[in-house]
């Protein structure tokens, strides 16, 4: 496989930077997704928290329902407000290590057609054929990974894509269930 030390060293020094690469993918998402739930807790104390004084000031059961009744919407806002930015974070991750991966696999397919090019200067007079068959080979599993890879990065993004649209759909009309509720019920308070 390595013909001298030099080819050796290079090989090693690829495969140190493709780790440290993968690495530093792998450490900015966590601090991305950390980041998002650091600043996911410190929106929901100061929400608490304001909740908390406005339920300081509530001074008979009509103006608590009322209350009750108005924190419905507002959350279900700022929930699926976090769950896309949960989402965005999680497919800006997958995106990167898919890239990562594709690159890899290209690399390792470039690889061993230059091996196989090596080896028909080497085979004995012939055997070209069978190396085209291998050359074939290796060609056509490319073509079906990146048509694979394709198909499923495009079949992820509709899917992940209309799960998100059906939540928020739920939560709106969720939501204008609940004001349709409470408008008929505040007349009979």
Known sequence: MFTNAQEFSA?????????????????????????????????????????????????????????????????????????????????????????????????????VLEALDRLAKHAPAGSESAVQVLKNLVSSGSAAFESASKTAKKVGSDFAEASVEAAETSAKAAGAAVSRARKTATPAA
């Open 11 to 111: 090989f090693g020094q690829a495969q140190f930077d493709k780790a440290v690469r993968l690495s530093s993918i792998m450490l900015a998402s966590a601090e991305r997704l950390t980041n998002l739930q650091l600043e996911i807790a410190r929106k929901v104390m100061a929400e608490n928290a304001e909740t908390v004084k406005q339920l300081t000031g509530i001074k008979d059961p009509k103006s608590f329902a009322e209350f009750q009744a108005g924190l419905v919407q507002p959350n279900l806002d700022k929930t699926l407000a976090t769950a896309r930015e949960v989402y965005d974070a999680t497919v800006a991750a997958q995106t990167e290590l898919t890239s990562f991966v594709e690159e890899q696999v290209a690399e390792t397919n470039k690889q």
